[in-house]
């Protein structure tokens, strides 16, 4: 079998089944509140992050099965992206134009935090417009498109202006996060894609801002020696804590694609270059070569996080799981190397991937065939755990978007893989 073929076969009868049977056919949306063996919902309850995710994915199925990369009918995963968009358009945005956190079942707005209102993260805006984007690049609709824009300027300037809140990942005043150059990189080479697919008159303006996030990541995040720094501290604070010194091999290596997208657009081959080394290196210093696989955290010299103790939140989390092996770095490191092979032909990243292949799907994939999909977080050594990631959820994202971005790839490579 193919490389091609075996990741369309393992989205067709792994992962695509489940998912069908979460949508919720009554009140639009998908249900993701499952335990990590996924044969339980422990909850009704919607979180808007999930739910933009989790349009983008069906619009970019009903895409490939309209291009012939996938088998399948577009129409009826369009159908249910544009039920579940609809679901967040009639429920998420407040007045003041930001998205709600959580949703109910039939979508009344819910604290995540009693008393810390509803509008606690502007992660769950940028899922709403990524969802929202894709869906409009592919109905070709421009009405959507426009909704989008609408909620990301709306972002941009709170983003500008700093009042923004970042759970379940709260930031100290002062520091510098890499995720939010990272996450509006990814929004805005979004929003260009669909801006030029759709003839808007903002798609150069859009690839600009992309260009700009780029920049920041590459010019205050990456080091000469390949390392992708998570947290930036304010001048005058203790850059030995655990939470200033700590790595996240799993976003640096997902964030470097992103680079490469922008980077190959515009032509900025120092970057491509420079992208290319940081997944490298982020892969080897974050390898557990004991057990195998990514850790969730490392020290920026690698292995369990050190340094000063600061108390923070995002510190005791740090701490508490940095050894747990999660699926999302598995699939975004799948995905990373084989993209860096393509752009490179550099055997070092064939050698990467194959570590990457061979890891995930004897670790994460369910055993229970009758649930399917993967049993996300484990352990160190692997052993399935219940043990709240992010948020509560089955993530509907990551495992998909990767099975669906290498599927696209292998598409389009000649060369064996």
């Known amino acids: 079998m193919s490389l091609l073929d075996f990741y369309r076969q393992h989205l067709a009868q792994e992962i695509l089944p489940f ?6 056919k009554e009140h639009g949306g998908v249900f993701t509140c499952f335990d990590n063996t996924g044969s339980g919902l422990v909850s009704t309850d919607k979180y808007t992050w999930s739910q933009g995710r989790f349009v983008w994915v069906w619009a970019r199925i009903a895409d490939m099965c309209q291009r012939r990369l996938l088998d399948g009918e577009a129409d009826e995963y369009l159908s ?21 956190f959580l949703l109910t079942e039939t979508g009344e707005k819910k604290e995540s935090i009693a008393g810390e209102g509803y509008d606690t993260s502007y992660f769950a805006d940028c899922f709403v417009i990524l969802g929202f984007t894709e869906y409009a690049r592919v109905a070709k609709d421009g009405e959507i498109f426009g909704e989008a824009l609408a909620l990301y300027d709306n972002l941009n300037g709170r983003l500008k202006s700093g009042n923004v809140r970042s759970e379940p990942y709260p930031i100290p005043a002062g520091f510098r996060a890499h995720s939010m150059p990272m996450i509006m990189l990814n929004v805005t080479q979004e929003l260009s894609a669909a801006a030029k697919t759709l003839g808007h008159e903002r798609a150069l303006e859009l690839e600009e801002a992309s260009v700009r996030h780029m920049t920041e990541i590459m010019e205050n995040f990456y080091s000469e020696d390949g390392k992708i720094a998570e947290i930036n501290p304010p001048e005058g604070a203790d850059a030995n804590t655990v939470f200033a010194r700590h790595l996240n091999p799993g976003h640096a290596i997902e964030c470097m694609w992103f680079i ?29 070569d004991d057990y195998g ?31 747990t092996k999660l699926w999302w770095p598995h699939s975004e490191a799948l995905y990373s190397t084989l993209r860096g092979y393509e752009l490179t032909g550099d ?8 570590m990457a292949h061979e890891y995930t799907f004897r670790t994460f994939p369910n055993d229970d065939k009758k649930v399917g ?13 219940q043990k709240v990631v992010a948020l509560p959820v089955k993530d509907p994202y ?4 990767n099975i669906l971005l290498i599927i696209e790839l292998l598409s389009q490579v000649h060369r064996p893989v």
């Not at 998912?19 to 919720?24: E, G, K, L």
């Not at 055997?347 to 194959?354: A, C, G, M, R, V």
């Not at 996300?376 to 692997?382: K, S, W």
């Not at 990551?398 to 978007?401: A, G, L």
Request: net charge positive.
């Open 19 to 24: 998912w069908q049977r979460a949508i919720d």
């Open 80 to 100: 249910h992206a544009g039920k579940t968009m609809n679901f967040l358009r009639r429920n998420v945005i407040m007045e003041n134009g930001h998205c709600a």
């Open 260 to 288: 490469i997208t922008t980077a190959e657009r515009t032509g900025n081959k120092n970057f491509l270059k420079k992208a290319c080394r940081a997944i490298k290196t982020m892969f080897k210093l974050g390898w557990d």
């Open 293 to 323: 696989g990514l850790f969730r955290f490392i020290d920026r010299k690698g292995g369990k996080p050190q340094g000063n103790i600061s108390g923070s939140a995002f510190e005791r989390l740090i701490l508490d799981t940095w050894d």
């Open 347 to 354: 055997d070092d990243f064939h050698s990467l991937y194959d």
């Open 373 to 385: 999909e993967w049993i996300q977080i484990r352990d160190r050594i692997g052993k399935p755990i």
């Open 398 to 401: 990551h495992i998909m978007r």
